[in-house]
């Protein structure tokens, strides 16, 4: 066991360190604030942890590490991009008011990564506790997934602090997801002169729109959802190609299969025109069952706390895909994700950050996830 002095929970040193991480803006593929914002992220966890925080180098941006020593026994998964261009910053800075903490990334996900950390430096012992925080989680972690990957199966239980549910309850399912890109050619003509001479992509995209909206499943949970749509050049000219993106989620791998079967099987209305498609569905679903034994663990500590199924993806996916214990949802109460209107309740944040102080102290006890088990 390797002893810490721990420290208490207190919302002032909370809110000077999300000041800090909100300040350094951090939007996903942005390579040079992400690395500053990694800097940042490292400092803190190593002045409120000790150790070493490390940056593990990607083609998105640096990923941060950091392990209390010891067997491996718990996760907790963030990430520190957010979706905000740079700039946001100066448009809608750092604020506490009306007990609400507002600014780019508090809710999504930042707030949630301060609380984790100050949750861990209430323990004495922190050993078995490993922290990553992604530079590419808004972007589809495609840089960061095999090494998410490898951490929680070597810990074999995941606590992910993405924003809380509606409410402040946690998140025990989700959706899985993904977006697809439909690519269509046609032929350019002239509108006036020869319009039947072209083979207009516009018009067949209009066709596929319709074809991929009916897809969805709403009684089986699947939402297929046709979100941009881009076409043509000039308004005398035929157009010679097109693209639409769909957002897909789905709540069961049943349900993956079909989409993606679907997508790739689309065929052109129109003659001459031709189809291509990329994409999948990235991110499989989290099972509810993935969260049963670790939301139970979570009820004992807070009595009442409400679990839920949403539609949004986060890294959980992934985790749970492998059959680790994952709960998501151990983030920031408040809302406005990717708005804003995004904010945090402050007098919330001490009671999240000791939520994980206490599911870290259970899962550093041999045996709690199956004994938690048994109890359901």
Known sequence: MTMHEA??????????DLRTLVEVESPSRDLNA??????AVAAIIENRLGGRAVLVESE??????????????????????????LGTLERRPFEVADGRVTGPGVFDMLGGLVQAVHGVAALDDRSGVEILVTADEEVGSRSSRALIEERALACGAVLVCEGAADGGGVKTGRKGCGTFQVFVEGRASHAGLEPAAGVNALVEAAHQVLDIAALGRPELGTTVTPTVASAGTLDNVVPAGATVVVDVRVESAGEKERIEAAFAALTPHLDGAKITVEGAVGRPPMPESA??????????????????????????????ALGVPTLDGLG?????????HEYVVMDTMAGRANLVAGLVRSLQSSGALQNSGRDR
């Open 34 to 39: 992400l690395a500053a914002s990694a800097k």
């Open 7 to 16: 420290v208490p929970v207190t919302v002032d040193t909370m809110i000077e």
């Open 332 to 340: 920031a109460v408040g809302g406005g994700a990717h708005a804003d």
């Open 291 to 320: 969260s049963a034994a670790l939301f139970a663990l979570a009820e004992r500590l807070v009595p009442g706390l409400e679990g839920k199924a949403v539609g949004g993806g986060s890294d959980g996916n992934f985790t749970a």
């Open 60 to 85: 998105a941006g640096p990923h941060v590490h950091w392990s209390g020593g010891g067997e491996p026994r718990v996760l907790i998964l963030g990430h520190h991009d957010t979706v905000f261009p």
